[in-house]
């Protein structure tokens, strides 16, 4: 074991306070310090993951005190897939933008790397903290590090999007805050094992009015419709590999937030319900608002909502299987979405509206883009043999298994929409020519490395999903074990 | 036709709001047991801290601080992001008008003791009402008279990101220390002396003035970043 | 009708609703992007003074030992709301800081604070 789960905070905002100073000496600090730290973070993540699966989930106590007195990290089956998935997406975010800006002055990067660097700690944050209000301090340094991240080019009309973001993200802070405080104000603990313990504890009223208070204000980060109107904006102005780590990585956590308040915290029976009809209106209204969409960029935020919306109907579905099908959504969404933002990215690169149309007959000039971005739109549009394939598969057979025959019909008929405006993509790619005015943009060299890894990983997942399937297992297994959380945080002796 | 929609959603999340809270009812004790008690014993019988509020802020909560000050950090490289100019377009400061005689010698007697009774504030934080944060703020307001007041009154923005830097490594470090010492992040790794002496609970003063030190030179960066944006 | 009456007796809580509810139509309503901030900061205040109200007990003393006051440990008002919107406040003024920013830029960008006339993207 390399160290514990409370370094994956500590030491980024250690690296974070430090880079300042390091980048008045060495200007390339800036770049390389980043990379490090997050690549020390892959490898704890990767080796607790390995240490849990022979002591069991790891409890650590902040400054001493044992919940429900003090503040915990959990690094569980559950939440360490999620963070070593953010971490690794991370880690490939900032290896696509090494070149970033290198012939600008060193401070932009210097602003850029530490601001994706806390983006990614903090939504690991939200993962791991055992302490409600600890979630909220999170989910408000993802916040901010998002709006600086969206405003990153002076030009174009980020500083709008960053705007809308902004005040999305105060209002949910808002409802947050008064979720929190209710929640405190009945049970007198902010420990998310205490508050399960002792949840019986609340009326009714109060539970149904937080749970509401707290779905609204994680369902905007969440991208929930209809609270996602932030969402294609800022996808579209925030710089390229931004995107990708907004819809990998910030979403993500707050999916996890959701369901670890759905599944763990509150023991209502209708909420699952809620989060089937909720996950149904989201997955169709941004499936067939994704198909009228003119740029590319919104065209792949939409359709990152509609996924998130699957997920949610997985959750929703409530059985194991449900949460294994939508674990294996997550992990697919992750690095299909990646590797279709980035190859994107490159597909209309340096053009102004970045329209679907500027993609025509790319596949002659850039034909590893090309294929990688074809690899990806195929994966996520769940064909074999790619990865996303066996993900569309689980939740089918999820639902099927739970005897809902509605929902089956649902995500197939929308899955054909999907498939429509992705391969019109495709089409324009390979079978349109190409306008003499637009440039094609050779992919750099770092960039290239990443995305075939990707490409590789959506492959060989294909082909053998056993690789994952064991990891998801177990953390959907861990996920549904309520009794077994409570039990391994408030009776911790160390 | 909008406004009056928003007016009377309000209306009813307004009626929602107060019939929880005067459920929850005012002034009383509203759970049997809560962590409260735990904090109020550990402050005083453990850590030796007078003011709790501070023993919670840095340590039993300390993590939720470190967030905390992360949040103002990133504020600040944010807005130093969003308003970035290359080094040679920075503009004058705006002034509206001139500041008379009387402001100037004014600002001059007073930014000294500003500055004395922000540092007390953020010393004594684990001994009477206030701390890092109030602390660093009443500093940064000096600091904001003195840019109002004086046209040509600068700050190095190189000392500033120093004093920030050093501040937040001295908080992580000592927090690091404690997980070496003690096994645990922020542990207390220093003896908690007496209740209501100025050297009691350990680590817990020296934190509060690393971070009193980080918000004061992270405000002032605020304020210095926005007064040199021009029209 | 008489749990309204009641409500006399909570005067904070009204308050600090009110001023929640007015920061939210200030948001909402507004077209100047300064007054939507600080309508968004209004309505911060009034859930930070609700907070910070959860924790009042009545006759309470402040969760401090002075000395010669070591041991009225049941008086105390609760500390943990206090701690709580400290640290609400901070990330508040930074959210505020970087919205003003945000301003800052747009109203150079356009020339003008008024939202209906900045839309280049769908709200």
Not at chain 1, 122 to 150: A, Q
Not at chain 1, 209 to 217: P, Q, T, V
Request: charged fraction near 15%.
């Amino acid at each position: 074991m390399v160290g514990t789960p409370v370094l994956f905070i500590v030491i980024p905002l250690l690296a974070a306070f430090i880079i300042p100073l390091t980048g008045m000496v060495w200007k390339n600090s800036v770049r390389i310090i980043p990379g490090l730290v997050l690549s020390y973070m892959l490898a704890l993540s990767v080796s607790l993951m390995w240490h849990i699966t022979e002591t069991g989930t790891v409890v650590e106590v902040i400054a001493g005190w044992k919940p429900p007195i003090g503040i915990n990290l959990v690094f569980s089956p559950f939440s360490g897939f999620l963070a070593t998935l953010m971490i690794f997406l991370g880690l490939l975010v900032w290896a696509y933008s090494y070149k970033f800006k290198r012939n600008v002055d060193s401070e932009p990067a210097l602003k850029y790397f530490i601001l994706l660097m806390l983006l990614v700690t903090g939504s690991v944050g939200i993962v791991l903290t055992g302490d409600i209000f600890n979630m909220f301090v999170f989910i408000e340094i993802v916040g901010i590090s998002g709006y600086g991240l969206t405003s990153f080019y002076t030009r174009r009309d980020s500083a709008e999007a960053a705007f809308k973001y902004l005040f999305m993200g105060s209002i949910a802070s808002t409802f947050l805050l008064l979720a929190i405080m209710i929640i405190y104000s009945q049970l007198g603990t902010l420990n998310i094992a205490e508050i399960a313990d002792k949840m019986p504890m609340m009326s009714n009223k109060l539970k149904v009015i937080s749970l509401i208070f707290f779905i609204l204000a994680i369902g905007i980060e969440a991208e929930i419709f209809p609270l996602n109107g932030w969402a294609p904006d800022v996808y579209t102005q925030a710089p390229g590999p931004i995107g990708a780590a907004f819809a990998g990585i910030v979403v993500k956590s707050a999916i996890y937030a959701s369901v670890r308040l759905v599944y763990t915290m509150f023991d209502l029976s209708g909420a699952l319900d809620l989060f089937i009809v909720i996950g149904l209106i989201t997955f169709i209204v941004a499936e067939t608002t994704a198909l009228r969409q003119e740029r590319l960029k919104r065209m792949l935020a939409y359709s990152s909502i509609g996924q998130m919306g699957l997920v949610m109907v997985a959750f929703g579905i409530g059985t194991k299987e449900g949460i294994f099908a939508a674990l294996f959504l997550i992990f697919n969404h992750a690095i299909i979405k990646s590797l279709l933002f980035f190859s994107g990215s490159y597909l209309v690169y340096n053009k102004k509206n970045k329209f679907i149309k500027h993609v025509n007959g790319m596949g002659k000039y850039l034909p590893i883009t090309s294929i990688l971005f074809t690899i990806g739109a195929f994966a996520i549009i769940g064909l074999p043999p790619f990865a996303g394939f066996w993900s569309k598969l689980a939740i089918l057979t999820a639902a099927a298994d739970s005897k809902m025959l509605m929902l089956i019909a649902i995500i197939l008929t929308v899955s054909i929409l999907e498939a429509v405006y992705y391969l019109r993509v495709i089409n324009r790619i390979y079978f349109f020519p190409k306008k003499k005015s637009t440039e094609a943009k050779k992919p750099t060299l770092n960039a290239l490395i990443v995305m075939i890894s990707l490409g590789i990983i959506i492959m060989v997942i294909g082909f053998y999903p056993d690789l994952i399937t064991g990891i998801i297992d177990r953390a959907a297994t861990d996920l549904m074990d309520k009794t077994g959380y409570i039990k391994d945080i408030l009776t911790i002796n160390n | 036709m909008k406004k009056a929609i928003i007016l009377i959603s309000l209306t009813i999340l307004g009626v929602y709001l107060i019939d929880i809270f005067t459920g929850i009812g005012f002034g009383t004790q509203h759970f049997a047991s809560g962590v409260k008690d735990a904090y109020l014993i550990g402050s005083k019988e453990t850590l030796k801290v007078s003011n709790v509020v501070t023993s919670i802020v840095v340590n039993f909560r300390g993590f939720d601080t470190l967030g905390e000050v992360t949040v103002l950090f990133l504020a600040s490289m944010a807005l130093g992001g969003i308003l970035y100019k290359k080094r040679h377009d920075v503009g004058e400061r705006s002034v509206l008008f001139p500041s008379t005689r009387i402001v100037m010698s004014g600002a001059k007697l007073l930014f000294p003791s500003i500055v004395l009774l922000g540092a007390y504030v953020f010393i004594h934080g684990h001994l009477s009402p206030g701390g890092g944060f109030q602390g660093g703020t009443i500093i940064a307001t000096g600091f904001l008279l003195m840019l109002i007041t004086y046209r040509n009154y600068s700050v190095s923005h190189n000392r500033l990101s120093y004093v920030e830097s050093f501040a937040g490594i001295l908080f992580i470090g000592l927090g690091l220390a404690g997980y070496f010492i003690n096994n645990s992040f922020l542990a207390n790794i220093f003896p908690a002396g007496k209740l209501n002496d100025l050297f009691s609970g350990g680590v817990i003063g020296i934190i509060y003035v690393a971070v009193g030190f980080k918000v004061a030179a992270e405000l002032t960066g605020i304020i210095y970043t926005v007064l040199h944006e021009k029209d | 009708m008489e749990k309204y009456l009641e409500i006399l007796n909570y005067t904070i809580y009204g308050a600090a609703i009110l001023l929640l509810l007015i920061g939210l139509y200030g948001a909402l309503t507004k077209k100047s992007l300064i007054k939507i901030v600080l309508g968004l900061s209004i309505m911060d205040s009034g859930v930070h003074l609700l907070m910070i109200s959860i924790g009042y007990l009545k006759n309470g003393t402040a969760p401090i030992f002075s000395p010669g006051h070591e041991n009225e440990l049941a008086k105390m008002v609760d500390p943990v709301p206090q701690a709580l919107v400290l640290t609400a406040i901070v990330i508040g003024f930074g959210v505020t800081a970087v919205a003003l920013a945000l301003v800052i830029r747009l109203y150079k960008h356009h020339n003008t604070l008024r939202i209906d006339e900045i839309k280049n993207l769908k709200w």
